[in-house]
């Protein structure tokens, strides 16, 4: 299982974003499954919602997209909001990133699983916490 962040996600639907490393990691989810924070869902919809709007997709790409969601084994963990206001809030000052960007660390730090994500400063700080990255 891996922590999957919202634009690796998206890659593998928005087709300008499209690469070899994208499908291979959406494969590897549907072999070993993915865990994301709870805001995640709200996320992605935010940037299907801006990728419909600035051409990049149409309605019916984003409703493929949502459908394959809804069949990959993603879990949606339980436990972000409860880590949000101490834990979350503490790796995002220590680390710089926004509160949705330390979701993702927490999550992974507190599960002890490889995180996938293109965020450079995500990945500088997962590095620091001695999570693998992908």
């Not at 299907?48 to 149409?58: E, G, N, P, S, Y």
């Not at 459908?67 to 680390?95: M, S, Y």
């Not at 926004?98 to 730090?109: I, K, N, R, S, V």
């Amino acid at each position: 299982m891996i922590v999957l962040d919202c634009s690796t996600a998206l890659s593998w639907f928005i087709p300008d974003e499209d690469s070899t490393a994208a499908r291979e990691l959406r494969e590897r989810v549907v072999r070993e499954g993915a865990v994301v924070p709870s805001l995640w869902p709200i996320e992605v919809g935010n940037v299907l919602v801006f990728a419909m709007r600035r051409r990049r997709i149409d309605a019916a790409q984003r409703l493929a997209a949502l459908e394959a969601f809804g069949e990959l084994p993603i879990e949606i963990d339980t436990e972000t909001l409860t880590k949000v206001w101490r834990e979350t809030l503490n790796l995002a000052d220590e680390f710089r990133l926004t509160l949705y960007d330390a979701c993702y660390l927490e999550l992974a730090h507190r599960r002890e699983l490889p995180l996938a994500t293109h965020d450079q400063e995500l990945r500088a700080a997962g590095k620091k916490l001695g999570i693998e990255l992908l």
